[in-house]
């Protein structure tokens, strides 16, 4: 069977086979009912971040009919939606905040040595991106799946200042 490592919360995973390049973590499991003329149907969603540690990252949310099925398809959605996140060492280049729905996300670059300091889906993204270095808040609603989708954009919307800086050089020479 397959080498599975868990950490101290008991969601992150990283298999030991064909793809053991990826940390992946379930954020949340919800429980949806839907009340039709035979009764209530029940599905499951799960909320579910992967990274390669290195710089990539991507969250997906799977729907099925049992947990595990839910987890496999946002597992495997997740790993098709990876995005690369621009990194300083081992922290973020700047601060950003970003808000999605009525959650809100601010991320601050750390000194090495501070750790993640943050919680919940915040925490898992940061992880599977391979962030070691920074602080974080969140404002507003701290339901997990928006704030996890607003941890993702935030960091979509990092820029490494240098190439940032010759890029606007770049273009105003040409100008």
Excluded: C
């Amino acid at each position: 069977m397959v080498n599975q490592r868990q950490d101290r919360r008991g969601g992150q995973r990283r298999r030991d086979d064909e793809d053991s390049a990826f940390v992946e973590q379930v954020v949340k499991i919800r429980r949806v009912s839907k009340v039709v003329k035979g009764g209530r149907n029940l599905t499951f969603n799960a909320m579910v971040v992967v990274g390669d540690g290195a710089g990539n990252v991507g969250i997906a949310l799977g729907k099925a009919g049992a947990v595990p099925d839910a987890v496999r398809k946002g597992t495997a959605n997740a790993r098709k939606s990876m995005i690369p996140v621009t990194l300083r060492d081992t922290t973020i280049p700047h601060e950003v905040t970003y808000r999605f729905s009525g959650s809100s996300v601010l991320l601050k670059p750390a000194a090495p040595g501070t750790g993640v300091i943050a919680g919940g889906g915040v925490r898992a993204v940061l992880e599977a991106a391979g962030v070691k270095d920074v602080l974080t808040k969140t404002f507003g609603s701290t339901n997990s799946i928006n704030v996890v989708k607003a941890t993702l954009e935030a960091l979509k919307q990092l820029r490494n200042p240098e190439t940032e800086l010759a890029r606007r050089r770049a273009a105003v020479t040409l100008a």
